[in-house]
């Protein structure tokens, strides 16, 4: 962060960084993908615990209201201490979603479980034939008494074999304009009717999954916002999401392993590789810089365009920095298995693989573009207006 | 930044932007590419009028005291524009001068803002403000006598005065030098936007005690901050360059039809216009973040970082602007050009993007 820290800022960052140190198993730290719930959840609740584990909501919700210094001091100290990945669709998609758009009582039977860490979340987006249109989507609801009854199949839903709920976007209406008559909704993945089908991923680990949902009976008081309103509440989701996308932490993360990859393979003695790592340096400040505007301006402006501009930027710039990482790592690059060197494991590939996602979920960079072109610079695609 | 902040810099960009249009905007533009030497005496007194001049000095030694993101907002406007005013330098050195009491400063000072002295920095494109520049130095009697050559000097054509910050002994002096001494020569080479570099040649120059304005730590404090103001004021007219040129490109897009519709409405050419979008607002978020570390430990990191990044964006974004506008991008009636042109000069002034990443690197934050 270019920005002159106050004094209240940098206790902040010395008591994470203690804290970090304190409080994380070894075997948890500078891993490359994320580990599994028994794993990782303990470390989630010390985290909830010490009130870090939501920066950005709002305190009366339970968050850390952090501003977007903090915010950053936060990813930063996390990066260079090698913190591992936590769930992330809780805190980021849902959770501010509930506060934005949630009943009561949701807000009350939800938030809570999120921030310990009691559920986890995945998200029911895509189908097989609903990716980047998303709005193309079939799974069903049809109403009968005071429930929905789901059919249908969502697919690369992240961390879905692992998670405990579900929000999801079903058509519940009469076939009417394509983003009418979908409704956003929250599954307990216990009901009967939901079989889930791991999916192994370019990078070898089953991250996400299949969920088939059969007669699946779900509470219409577990719908969000007005049933058939859900594409409204889905896009304000998608808004956030692109940000929380956008956040510099894996950058960052990315930015140290390329140090570390250099510094181990030698790499880093050669001024080519001195100069590709400065590149590095500064396109994450790049990206850090524009996360803080972006977090500044929130709530002016049309978050659509900031949120795009921003998705792109941060997965992008994570890609060219662990392209640098593979550099450096020259013959070692497509190694399979982690190195242990200096207390740190080293991995060579699998980041790198794994961040092939980052420019596809989310809704692609092409989407994105799309979105930027229309949105922002109001170039439409000559068949139909925009928006 | 405070949305207040904000609002402050859109109002000054606002102002700028229509004093700078009354002042004949791209017709004045074209007019001065083609103008030798590139200088328009009745704009400098309007831009010397409304202060611009003096934006970094303070309000009591008769600037307008704007911050950092304030002067960048002013020349964001005036980059739009392709103002070929030496407002970047001069800014820069009035807030040099604005930190030394000697008699001279303050005449130099009042010249400045009075619009009737253009101060800018002895200092070569290619080397590292405050660098070594190749030139002998020998300490006398009568003052400090200078041998030698400053090589590519930005705004030098037209400048009536020059600071040399330089290491003297052991010292760290900054130096006035008049445009007119016998002593000094200067040669000017045009450059593609209409401006030029000037050859400084120095042949003997004594700068008498009463040409040194500041000496020892202040010195070297306010020639790192002349250098670091400078690149952010270029930094900023390269985001003024690239936003406008972008803007200009997709009113293009929108109007000039093929296969009967218009291109913007492909998404190939749709897609090469987002990209340069999100290349504009990211460097344009890296200087107002960098703005925020002017006057801090971290300032010199920061102002490479956004000189840096903005030399390579805006050449990047311009050259996909003459591409998206297709063979009539290419035509020298066609203003696009201009931008492209533009964005050579300010990136070459400003020392690209690799000699500043190197910066960058070095700088050492605290």
Known sequence: ?387 | MSAAAAAERRLIAKSAADLLDGLGGMVRARRLRDAWPQFDAGAWRAMAGAGWPGSLVPEDQGGAGLAPDGVCALLEAAGGRLAPEPLAACIATGLALARSATPRAVALLQGLLRGERIVVPAASADGAWPGEPGIDIVRSSKGIRLSGLVPRVPDANGASDFLLGLEVEQDFVLLHLEASDPALELQASSTVDGGSLGALHLDGLIADPEHTLLSGAPARTAVAALADALALGRAAQLVGVMDEALRITVQYLKTREQFGRPIGSFQALQHRAASAHIDTAASRSLLYEACKAFGTAKQRRAAAAAIARACAAALRVTQDCVQLHGAIGFADECDIGLFLRRAMALAGAAGGEIGNRKRYAEAVCG
């Not at chain 1, 008591?15 to 070894?26: F, I, Q, S, Y």
Request: one cysteine or more; a neutral charge.
């Open chain 1, 1 to 387: 962060m270019l920005r002159p820290e106050s004094a209240a800022e940098q206790n902040f960052r010395l008591d994470v960084r203690a804290w970090l140190a304190a409080n994380t198993p070894e075997h948890l730290r500078h891993l490359t993908f994320r580990p599994a719930p028994g794993e990782i959840m303990p470390w989630y609740r010390r985290l909830f615990e010490r009130g870090w584990i939501a920066p950005h909501w709002p305190r009366q919700h339970g968050g850390m209201g952090a501003s977007p210094a903090e915010q950053v001091i936060l990813a930063e100290e996390m990066a260079v201490f090698g913190a591992p990945d936590i769930p992330s669709q809780g805190i980021n998609q849902i959770g501010p979603l509930l506060i934005r758009f949630g009943s009561p009582a949701q807000r009350a039977l939800h938030l809570p479980l999120i921030l310990s860490g009691e559920t986890v979340w995945c998200q029911g987006y895509s189908e097989p034939g609903a990716g980047s249109d998303l709005a193309s989507l079939r799974t069903r609801a049809r109403i009968e008494g005071g429930e929905f009854i789901i059919d249908g199949h969502k697919t690369w839903t992240t961390w879905g074999q692992h998670a405990h709920w579900m929000y999801a976007l079903v058509r519940s209406g009469a076939a009417g304009r394509r983003h009418e008559g979908i409704s956003f909704v929250l599954i307990d993945l216990t009901t009967p009717g939901i079989t889930r089908r791991p999916i192994r991923n370019i990078a070898g680990d089953e991250e996400f999954c299949e969920v088939f949902l059969d007669r699946v009976r779900v509470p219409v008081a577990n719908v969000v916002g007005e049933a058939g309103a859900g594409w409204r509440v889905a896009t304000a989701l998608l808004n956030e999401e692109r940000i929380r996308i956008g956040s510099p932490l894996l950058a960052l993360k990315a930015l140290e392993r390329l140090r570390a990859v250099a510094r181990l393979t030698g790499a880093d003695a050669a001024p080519q590789m001195q100069e590709r790592i400065a590149q590095a340096e500064l396109e994450v400040e790049t990206l850090i810089a524009a996360y803080l505007e972006a977090l500044e301006q929130l709530d002016g402006g049309d978050p659509a365009s900031a949120s795009a501009c921003l998705k792109v930027l941060a997965t992008e710039t994570v890609q060219r920095v662990l392209d640098a990482a593979q550099e450096a790592a020259g013959g070692a690059r497509a190694l399979l298995r982690p190195l242990m060197a200096e207390g740190m494991r080293i991995d060579f590939s699998e980041m790198v693989l794994q961040s092939r996602r980052l420019s596809i979920y989310g809704g692609s960079n092409e989407i994105q573009r799309s979105l930027i072109a229309s949105r922002v610079l109001g170039l439409t695609d000559g068949r139909r207006k925009p928006g």
